[in-house]
């Protein structure tokens, strides 16, 4: 069974903080790794990271994709109370058609204070 | 327009109710989907729209039937929904067909259903 694992559930850091947020998964036929965050509403596009793009940065925030290890890491230095949300990793899976599929891990909620 | 828009952003329903939901995107995007969050918990896959085919339904019950009339726009009707329904649920569009691509999503606001 598809396994997407995040880590820590929760966690609470003062602002200037640098945090990191763990991904770790059990799929077959991996494809892509995507990050997320989500404040009060909808999910928010992050990062994408595949087998030929296994680093990405933008601005504070920065992902690296260890497939050896099979686990993903989300950086954000200098955090800011606008930081606060829950960050979720999911996972794609399949080589396409019906086996194809997309399982979220269950996210980590980062609360950033003043 | 780089946007998924999503209406209502409310809606409380009777049980015996007959609802929609509309998801719209003008990104030229080829994979549409509906899902379902409850509170504290990740969204749950409901639909997978592709190329305006229903590619996905991830065994949700029939009380929840989506369409896609076209390929910019997702509806979710709904019909004699039960209490434990309400949550938020979410449109979202990919750039790629399903099974395409690398899963890339966009999420629309949601809408917020309580089911009285």
Known sequence: EDKVVQSPLSLVVHEGDTVTLNCSYEVTNFRSLLWYKQEKKAPTFLFMLTSSGIEKKSGRLSSILDKKELSSILNITATQTGDSAIYLCALLKGSGGSNYKLTFGKGTLLTVNP | ?116
């Open chain 2, 1 to 116: 327009d780089t946007e998924v828009t999503q209406t209502p952003k409310h809606l409380v329903m009777g049980m015996t109710n007959k609802k929609s939901l509309k998801c719209e995107q003008h990104m030229g995007h080829r994979a549409m989907y509906w899902y379902k969050q409850k509170a504290k918990k990740p969204p749950e896959l409901m639909f997978v729209y592709s190329y305006e085919k229903l590619s996905i339904n991830e065994s949700v019950p029939s009380r929840f039937s989506p369409e896609c009339p076209n390929s910019s726009l997702l509806n979710l009707h709904l019909h004699a929904l039960q209490p434990e329904d309400s949550a938020l649920y979410l449109c979202a569009s990919s750039p790629d067909g399903w099974g395409q691509g690398s899963g890339e999503q966009y999420f629309g606001p949601g809408t917020r259903l309580t089911v009285t």
